[in-house]
């Protein structure tokens, strides 16, 4: 069973940085694409990033230029550097494979931007 935990989020400023870890196990993470995802209140899960197993990203356009994800198979581990976060960034993050069904999400991350 895949397993996969969150950590990293917080209270932060507008204009502030927070880093997102996911630490999987239960699959042979270096072989999946790895993504992170957010959740307003009331709405589905949105991809906001992902990287795939060789490594070349892509981000949504609210959060490019702005987000960095990064992953270290050696630690089965995939991160989100978020940088110059606004209000709108105020979310839960999770997250998962984008391409793969883990069949599992985590309990996920909470990123609230405010002063």
């Known amino acids: 069973q895949v397993r996969l935990v969150e950590s990293g989020g917080g209270l932060v400023q507008p204009g502030g940085s927070l880093r997102l870890s996911c630490a999987v196990s239960?699959?042979?993470?270096?072989?999946?694409?790895m993504g992170w995802y957010r959740q307003f209140p009331g709405e589905q899960r949105d991809l906001v990033a992902f990287i795939t197993s060789g490594g070349t990203t892509n981000y949504k356009d609210s959060v490019k230029g702005r987000f960095i994800i990064s992953r270290d198979n050696t630690k089965n581990t995939v991160y989100l550097q978020m940088n110059s976060l606004k209000p709108e960034d105020t979310a839960v993050y999770y997250c998962n494979a984008p391409h793969t069904d883990f069949g599992s999400w985590g309990q996920g991350t909470q990123v609230t931007v405010s002063s």
């Open positions: 239960g699959t042979i993470f270096r072989l999946h694409d």
